[in-house]
């Protein structure tokens, strides 16, 4: 009979133990649901939550402060969004919080991101809606990307036009580049230039022997040879 | 073949009918209540150590089996949450149940086939006794309430295991640890996994009773119920695992 009943101590203990187990995995599992515990209630409406889903933690400050409670369509383009946040920090929860809504990571869940306002304005009260801000989602960038992805096309699409000018020789640039006629044409330039400078050499020779300018390129010979003799003179 | 067939639609019916007379029996005084605390004790009690080394060692190597998966993706910060999820929805239910089948389930299926084989049931119904109430429904009920128990422990001891496997490679504190567990856990994962495991006790404790009250004569009888106990037993597991799933999947998948 003894033994019987330290059995059954036995067996009273491997209940409780095993009861008390499930029930604080059940309070903490509960706790994270925001299930016990004070709260209050936020109201957001937004045109499009991009995937946000009840249970999704609500993040101030990248503290998680409660959960997405519920998500409704009230009209055609706005969603109703419920949370309730821990009391124990609603002393922070102004009245000029900005909603929106985030992701954590680039493949994690959504959550609403809460940004702070102005610091003066009034403690939020249960059930007031608070403004949101339309979240950039990824639609948006991409929309973005192909603006600019269209743009660089048609540049590319101009440059390729100008190049084909050129390879056949249009334009400018083109008979620059391409178009031997011209090299040609440039060369003979050249060439002429040469035949007209060597042709105003000899001009300039027979000018400077003539009897109008003798006078002055000797007066002129003169003066730079008096100059290089004073500088002579200087120096020894 | 048809004589196979034949007898198995034959211990079909004659399991239904030991059914339905477990639930006539069970509710009608009168309660053999310190019958029922004895059994729990050697059911669920002495279960436990066997339990437990098996949840840790499933825990443990669970965590590090996934390791290097989990590493590919980078994610081995996952992997307390992702293995919490798979002990606390599977295999905790199902490891344990099995390892209960093997230890309750031959046990009870052997005592009462040598009981009936040595006319002891037979002696009880003439002092008096109701033998089925006596020895079948307190034997089904213990089994029934202590699976769950079992089950509860063992997850929390395959959870410490897989906090060890964690800290083998890595470092995750004893905090972070049970954050990220019950930050990924929901009641959807616990509740359907936990009210299988009362379907999981009861089946293999009503067929290793079946089997036992309906032993054949002689020392074989014992051997054979003993050993189609475990196997029905494992196999029932399996089954109402696999319905468990379906009707888990249909309710609770968001």
Same mark, same amino acid.
């Given at each position: 009979?003894?033994?019987?009943?330290?059995?059954?101590?036995?067996?009273?203990?491997?209940?409780?133990?095993?009861?008390?187990?499930?029930?604080?995995?059940?309070?903490?599992?509960?706790?994270?649901?925001?299930?016990f515990g004070s709260t209050f209630r936020v109201v957001a409406l937004f045109k499009d939550v991009s995937g946000l889903q009840i249970g999704n933690n609500v993040r101030f400050a990248g503290i998680?402060?409660?959960?997405?409670?519920?998500i409704y369509l009230i009209a055609d383009s706005t969603v109703r969004v419920e949370m309730v946040i821990n009391d124990m920090n609603r002393k922070f929860m102004k009245k000029s919080l900005t909603a929106i809504v985030g992701a954590d990571g680039l493949m994690g869940n959504k959550i609403m991101l809460l940004l702070p306002g102005v610091y003066t304005a009034a403690l939020l009260e249960n059930n007031d809606?608070?403004?949101?801000?339309?979240?950039?989602?990824?639609?948006?960038?991409?929309?973005?990307?192909?603006?600019?992805?269209?743009?660089?096309?048609?540049?590319?699409?101009?440059?390729?036009?100008?190049?084909?000018?050129?390879?056949?020789?249009?334009?400018t640039l083109g008979k620059f580049i391409m178009d031997d006629k011209f090299a040609d044409n440039i060369d003979h330039t050249f060439t002429?230039?040469?035949?007209?400078?060597?042709?105003?050499?000899?001009?300039?020779?027979?000018?400077?022997?003539?009897?109008f300018l003798k006078r002055f390129f000797k007066r002129k010979n003169k003066k730079a040879l008096k100059a290089k003799l004073k500088v002579t003179k200087i120096e020894e | 073949m048809v004589a196979v067939v034949n007898s198995f639609l034959e211990e079909l019916a004659n399991l239904y009918l030991f059914v339905i007379r477990f639930f006539k029996e069970v509710f009608t005084p009168r309660y053999e209540l310190?019958?029922? @605390?004895?059994?729990? %004790?050697?059911? !669920?009690?002495?279960?436990?150590?066997?339990? @437990?080394?098996?949840? %840790?060692?499933? !825990?443990?190597?669970?965590?590090?089996q996934s390791r290097p998966t989990m590493a590919e993706f980078g994610a081995t910060s996952w992997l307390p949450a992702m293995v919490a999820v798979s002990i606390i929805r599977e295999i905790g239910p199902v490891i344990t149940a099995l390892i209960f089948a093997g230890k309750v389930g031959s046990g009870i299926g052997a005592e009462l086939a040598s009981m009936k084989v040595t006319e002891q049931i037979d002696a009880m119904e003439v002092s008096g006794t109701?033998?089925?109430?006596?020895?079948?429904?307190?034997r089904v009920v213990a089994a029934t309430l202590m699976l769950p128990l079992l089950v509860i422990l063992g997850d929390a001891v395959g959870l410490y295991g897989a906090y060890v496997g964690v800290n083998i490679k890595g470092e995750v504190s004893w905090t972070l640890f049970w954050y990220n567990v019950f930050q990924k856990v929901v009641f959807s994962d616990v509740f359907p996994a936990l009210v299988k495991t009362f379907f999981f006790g009861f089946s293999i404790a009503i067929i290793s009773c079946y089997k036992g009250y309906s032993a054949n004569s002689g020392t074989e009888g014992?051997?054979?119920s003993a050993n189609s106990s475990v196997v029905f037993g494992s196999l029932s597991i399996f089954v109402i695992d696999m319905l468990a799933v379906q009707i888990t999947d249909l309710f609770f998948t968001p």
């Open positions: 009979m003894k033994k019987s009943t330290g059995d059954k101590v036995k067996l009273g203990i491997f209940i409780v133990v095993s009861l008390m187990l499930f029930i604080s995995g059940v309070y903490f599992l509960g706790k994270k649901q925001q299930l998680n402060v409660g959960v997405v409670k519920n809606v608070i403004t949101t801000a339309q979240p950039i989602g990824l639609d948006d960038i991409l929309k973005k990307v192909k603006i600019t992805s269209d743009n660089a096309a048609s540049i590319t699409g101009d440059l390729a036009a100008i190049t084909k000018n050129v390879r056949e020789g249009k334009g002429n230039i040469k035949r007209g400078t060597d042709g105003f050499n000899n001009n300039m020779d027979a000018v400077s022997h003539s009897f | 310190s019958e029922l @605390a004895k059994q729990c %004790f050697t059911i !669920g009690y002495k279960s436990f150590p066997l339990v @437990a080394i098996t949840g %840790f060692i499933m !825990g443990l190597v669970l965590t590090i109701n033998p089925y109430k006596y020895i079948v429904v307190t014992v051997g054979a």
